[in-house]
């Protein structure tokens, strides 16, 4: 029982981060309105962000940020007393590459409800069957 | 199809959920990812380029590269959505909407009719215009110069707390689409027009990866800024701070332009006469 | 890392990014993904990613909605699913 018990403490956080990624694919799947597509894959960028820094946390870490880094104050620092800053520095550009690529689809949805006039996805496939029938 | 997506994504989780045993516990010290380079990150980042804030030093210094590509992402972001978007002035819309400010009377004139002259009786109005509120116009008036400082005290102070280029950089779009929002496009247009926010744009890449070359003129290698400390008149591991700063103005630089260049091609579906 | 509020901040991540998902008004999805973002920038703070949490408050949260917002006012908030 005890055995269980710091088996799911250990792992919860990534079972979260799965089931973060099951309702973006999901959604980026079978959701047919492209909105609702682009947000399912923010859910999904932003799980995979989250993957990261779970990895890159430590028990018993501060924050990344060295304390009396400078004076007399100062020591030397070790390794164990600060969070691994290695995956927030990836994620922090990913996040601000996320909101680009946002940027980008959204810009791509208002293009294609300029030239059909929606945005659900088997309304914008019936109208392009009716301009070119095959 | 909803049967095919539900068992895609079940078999995807089963498959992860199966994985997740195989991970390192969750705040781990002895994980593989904290093992080989963060160490040597977290040590030597006080000797090395005298940042406390370990992010910034990685971000800006080690990972130069990185950053100096994701600018580049960021930038071409805002070029593809200015690409697809954009419509040109000539393809007017059908009619334009104008208000007689002192009767409050509006006009409604269709493409081809004269337009009133450029004065004060007259002012351009959106077709969804609802009447200027007193108190929204008064808040953003007061707190979008304190957003600004914010920003450039993020920018400026990301070496010693949390923030940096990127985050102050966004914070002052946040607080250029704030004065849009609350006034309108027009307006802001004539602040910070769409040339102005592209040539920003491309000039916070230049400052980002002049710095770079500048430092192989001196004779260190590319984004090695302690190749600046002649220039500056400071010791190398100064010249590495005072560089990482240089780079995240110029990183600042850029983010604040597209972002307020995306905004305007967004909210105005490409025309740039109307916005939110 | 205090995982008793943890574990509450990941579920209501997870509520957020459902009901985000399931609205039937593109409005709705919009700020219900804002809520989202602000959850997950509560939760990385809790987990000391300090200058993530920092950016994920101004992108994520921020300029994201705004980005939305403008969409859906440009195009329309109807959806069928």
Known sequence: MEALGSLILAKYNYWAVIALLLIGLYAMITKKNLVKKIIGMNIFQTAIILFYVSIGSKKGATIPIITHGHGDASHAVHSVEYINPLPHVLMLTAIVVSVATLGVALALAMKVYSQYGTLEEDEIREKIMESEPV | ?276 | MIWPLDIIILTIVIICGIAAISIKDLLGAAIMFGAYSFMMCLLWSVMGAVDVAFTEASVGAGVSTVFFVAAVFRTTRRTRD
């Open chain 2, 1 to 276: 199809m909803r049967a095919l997506g539900l068992a895609t994504v079940f078999c995807f989780g089963a498959i992860l959920f199966y994985i997740s045993f195989d991970f390192p516990g969750w705040g781990d010290e002895n994980s593989p990812a904290s093992q080989h380079v963060s160490p040597y990150y977290i040590e030597h980042t006080m000797d090395d380029t005298s940042v406390p804030n370990i992010v910034t030093a990685i971000l800006a210094d080690y990972r130069g590269y990185d950053t100096l590509f994701e600018t580049a992402v960021i930038f071409s972001a805002g070029l593809a959505c200015f690409f697809l978007l954009r419509i040109p002035e000539r393809q007017a819309p059908p009619a334009r909407f104008y208000r007689h400010l002192a009767t409050g009377i509006t006009f409604r004139i269709e493409k081809g009719g004269r337009l009133p002259e450029d004065t004060d009786e007259f002012e351009r109005i959106d077709s969804v215009w609802v009447p200027y509120d007193v108190i929204i116009g008064m808040t953003c008036r007061l707190v979008v110069p304190f957003i600004q400082l914010f920003a450039l005290y993020v920018i400026a102070h990301g070496h010693h707390s949390p923030g940096g280029g990127f985050q102050g950089g966004v914070i002052f779009g946040a607080a250029i689409i704030l004065f849009a929002i609350s006034n309108n496009l027009r307006r802001t247009l004539k602040r910070m027009s769409e040339k102005t926010s592209a040539l920003l744009g491309s000039l916070g890449v230049l400052i980002y990866a002049g710095t770079g070359i500048l430092c192989m003129v001196l004779g260190a290698g590319f984004l090695n800024y302690s190749a600046l400390a002649s220039l500056l008149g400071v010791d190398p591991v100064s010249a590495r701070s005072h560089g990482i700063l240089i780079v995240e103005i110029g990183v600042g630089i850029a983010v604040t332009a597209v972002m307020v260049w995306i905004y305007y091609n967004l909210s105005s579906a490409g025309r740039q006469d109307e916005g939110l």
